[in-house]
């Protein structure tokens, strides 16, 4: 079973950035790479989500120029690179092989103040 551990969240400030990061034991860990995110007292949301075969990637409406998914097969990793973040932003993120959380990892936390 494929590990995936997630990095890179903190407090930011409305307006700032963060790079998220997901080291997995496998990689790709799935034809479909998702990033996902659960606000307190909500279900998954997914962000984005990559095609690992061809590179396509979608996003959410709710961060559609603003967020960018990427990944690095050498380091058998994927990143969530987030500008222009707002106080809604705010959740757990993690990496995933589906929308509804499959095999996701520990989760990394971020927290934008207004």
């Known amino acids: 079973q494929v590990q995936l551990v997630e990095s890179g969240g903190g407090l930011v400030h409305t307006g700032g950035s963060l790079r998220l990061a997901c080291a997995a034991s496998?990689?790709?860990?799935?034809?479909?790479m998702y990033w996902i995110r659960q606000a307190p007292g909500k279900d998954f949301e997914w962000v984005s989500f990559m095609n690992s075969d061809d590179g396509t990637t979608y996003y959410a409406d709710s961060v559609k120029g603003r967020f960018t998914i990427s990944k690095d097969d050498a380091k058998k990793t994927l990143y969530l690179q987030m500008n222009m973040m707002k106080p809604e932003d705010t959740a757990l993120y993690y990496c995933?092989?589906?929308?509804?959380?499959?095999?996701r990892g520990q989760g990394t936390q971020v927290i934008v103040s207004p």
């Open positions: 496998r990689f790709p860990f799935n034809r479909w």
């Open positions: 995933a092989s589906s929308s509804d959380g499959l095999g």
